[in-house]
């Protein structure tokens, strides 16, 4: 059975930083397309970040590119999401998920591709 869990999520102030993690069970991360995503209050849920599986390709929404880093964890089947000089825009849930099938590129556009979720952890930026 496949199973997201994400943590990491909190309250920080403008400029600060937050690590989510995001571990799997019943897949290997690397064998699947990792996506981070995030929806604020009233607002639908956007693409972040995606790594292609392997890791051989990333993709950054273009508001957090050079603040945000995605990374996989093969041997501990985690996925992360640096997240640097946070803005009180960044608040939102997060999300991870993994692509529909094994193998593929991604874009962090392409949420329709993700089909497996976890719950979300909540991030909170204030000024």
């Known amino acids: 059975q496949v199973q997201l869990v994400e943590s990491g999520g909190g309250s920080v102030q403008a400029g600060g930083s937050l690590r989510l993690s995001c571990v799997a069970s019943?897949?290997?991360?690397?064998?699947?397309?990792i996506g981070w995503f995030r929806q604020a209050p009233g607002k639908e849920r956007e693409g972040v970040s995606c790594?292609?599986?392997?890791?051989?390709?990333?993709d950054y929404e273009e508001s957090v590119r050079g603040r945000f880093t995605i990374s996989l964890d093969n041997a501990e089947k985690h996925a992360y999401l640096q997240m640097n000089t946070l803005r009180t825009e960044d608040t939102a849930i997060y999300y991870c998920?993994?692509?529909?099938?094994?193998?593929?590129?991604?874009?962090?556009?392409?949420?329709?591709?993700?089909?497996?979720w976890g719950q979300g952890t909540q991030v909170t930026v204030s000024s």
């Open positions: 998920a993994a692509h529909l099938r094994p193998r593929r590129l991604c874009a962090v556009g392409a949420t329709s591709e993700f089909a497996y």
């Open positions: 019943g897949f290997r991360v690397g064998d699947y397309a």
């Open positions: 790594i292609a599986w392997g890791g051989s390709k990333l």
